[in-house]
């Protein structure tokens, strides 16, 4: 059997970082068996669904690069569908119009209610002949669920599942404008898109039985389901936004790369002994369910900025240059000339070593593109400051090198601390605080490599 999964986000909002992880999963598993992975965009909710959220989940996961094969399927498409099942569990005896009217069925709920009843529809019109229906009235289509036994949902991460059939009432199937519910559409498109094994959040575990229940009156084959458990904050309470970012696009905006959200989202639910940094490569190879693990895990932002300061760091210097060019445009308000970009070419190196987040990057390399002369944080004024008449003596010796290296430049800064009696230890900081504006950065001979001759003696002159 070949492995068909799918992620069937509702667009109501942004690509939340939870359904991240479940896409991710879906699309590991699939890849990993060389099975399908498809997209279903659940858009029955009319009055919740926009055109701005299912533009941000296909953007989210095409950032994620979890690519899925097929056409995009859009539930709200399939309408005409759902309504011939339902039609067909109707005329199979399987389904039955329902007539109640909202007050009857508040009724019933504050009866149940009183008597700690789980379910509160009564079935009243299980057994009822039709010609008892009141006129004008347009029934509801329920499912006859089972009344005795248990279902059991075979899952993956949670076991055997048993729900008793008193916990599952006879829920609706087609609403009685003829809309179909979430649970008939489910299980419809499950079926119809051939999807053979369904991972996503535990919150949907009790779905999970009702679905069961649809698949088995239908003789449909239920899929194998996988529940994974939700994501936690780091104080173990259900991630929320007061957590913080939840949309996967703040993710991208705070500077993180796919790779690292990726990775940090896969070990946040799943393991492969301790290993902490996994490539999607490495992922797919060693994707299995038994490897999700059982407890709900906690988000820490730390450990994902971590993730994503290797990831920068093994990142193609040429694609940090591109992720990063529009960031420093930016805080500049103006575009990089050939000059300033040849200068971040060569800088990405250093830079990306030190860096966590993309802005970050982009902020710790503004100093090399940024526009004469240089506006010094005080720290950095107060060691120019010490040192202006020795940083004036190296500029004219800088401007006579024909070489421009650590090893040319270099020994005449010995040189000229010899002269003024200083340690070499007392000039650097000057040098940096001159060309930087400030205190910290890369090593200073690739600052200074990196800035070129002209722009490092200009800088030095600056400041004299
Ligand atoms: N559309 C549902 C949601 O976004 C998911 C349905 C499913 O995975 O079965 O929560």
Known sequence: MSVVTRFAPSPTGMLHIGGARTAYFNWLFARHHGGTFLLRIEDTDKERSTEDAKRAIIDGLGWLGLTHDGDTVFQSKQEARHQEIAEQLLREGKAYKCYCSAEELAAMREEAQKEGKRISYDRRWRDR????????VEPVIRIKAPLEGEIIVKDAVQGDVRFGADQLDDFIILRSDGSPTYMLAVVVDDHDMGITHIIRGDDHLNNAARQTVLFDALGWDVPQFAHIPLIHGPDGAKLSKRHGALGVEAYRDMGYLPEAV??????????????EIISRDQAIEWFS???????????????LENLNGHYIRQADNARLIELVRPLLVKALGRTLNDTQNAVLTRGMEGLKQRAETLNALAESALFYVIDRPLQLEEKAAELVNERKAVLADIADAWAKLDTWDADSIKPVVAEIATAHELKLGKMMPAIRASVTGGTGGPDLMDILTTLGQEEAIARLRDVC
């Open 289 to 303: 369910m038994e490897g999700i693990n059982k407890a709900a895990a906690r988000f820490d932002f730390a450990k």
């Open 262 to 275: 990726c990775n940090y989202l896969l070990r946040l639910g799943w393991a492969h002994g301790d290993d």
């Open 129 to 136: 002949d039709a010609s008892e229906a009141p006129a004008g």
